[in-house]
């Protein structure tokens, strides 16, 4: 079956460094792959997407780039801020389906000044 | 318009005791998803609409579990008998088949407790 392992956190990172959170994923076909950030007290909101392989998603400065040769799909962003903080989830789609999403068990980011 | 809209947004219950939850999707969105979330996870599939009909059920959701969407509009998710191992957080999306690689909206999520 499908399924997507993160990198255990918590991260704790001073403003203004650089974030990576890992992402591996299982699955059969070409799945597409999403990165979604939930803040304190709110639901889930989709932050950025890569439907195919060497696909870059990219928004608000993260990016994760669709490696199929390693599975992968790493969050990265070059300069974080105390905004940032949150849980971060990656997740997986059936490529053609609307099927459910499979998620990562979240990490969680915490920026300080 | 705004989002997804779930409702209430917090349950306390005693176990036992039955519970019903309500998830209005975006407007002329006809896929619904309703998911759980326990604390240090991420959020597990329990059931899939396509306007009215359930076309998808996790093998999370027993028998206790019922969801509905009679009018392919707002979806109900009805637990029975609740157990203390049913407290979780119980989110609802939505997604429009027009919509690219079916991006799922989120609601913000029914925390339900139960003592």
């Known amino acids: 079956g499908n399924s997507v392992t993160q990198m255990e956190g918590p991260v704790t990172l001073s403003e203004e460094a650089f974030l990576t959170i890992n992402c591996t994923y299982t699955?059969?076909?070409?799945?597409?792959l999403f990165w979604y950030v939930q803040y304190p007290g709110e639901g889930l909101q989709l932050l950025l997407k890569?439907?195919?392989?060497?696909d870059k998603g990219s928004n608000k400065g993260f990016e994760a780039t669709y490696r199929k040769e390693t599975t992968s799909f790493h969050l990265e962003k070059g300069s974080v801020q105390v905004s940032d903080s949150a849980v971060y989830f990656c997740?997986?789609?059936?490529?053609?389906?609307?099927?459910?999403?499979?998620f990562g068990t979240g990490t969680r980011l915490q920026v300080t000044l | 318009d705004t989002g997804v809209s779930q409702d209430p947004r917090h349950k306390i219950t005693k176990r036992g005791q039955n519970v019903t939850f309500r998830c209005d999707p975006i407007s002329e969105h006809n896929r619904l998803y309703w998911y759980r979330q326990t604390l240090g996870q991420g959020p597990e599939f329990l059931t899939y609409?396509?306007?009215?009909?359930?076309?998808?059920k996790s093998r999370l959701l027993s028998d206790r579990f019922s969801a509905e969407r009679p009018k392919g509009s707002f979806s109900t998710l009805e637990i029975q008998r609740t157990e203390q191992g049913d407290s979780a957080m119980y989110l609802c999306a939505s997604s429009s088949p027009r919509g690219p690689q079916n991006i799922q909206y989120f609601g913000a999520g029914t925390r339900l407790s139960v003592l």
């Open positions: 890569a439907t195919k392989a060497d």
């Open positions: 699955a059969t076909g070409y799945p597409s």
């Open positions: 609409f396509q306007n009215e009909a359930q076309l998808e």
């Open positions: 997740a997986l789609c059936p490529t053609g389906t609307a099927s459910k999403l499979t």
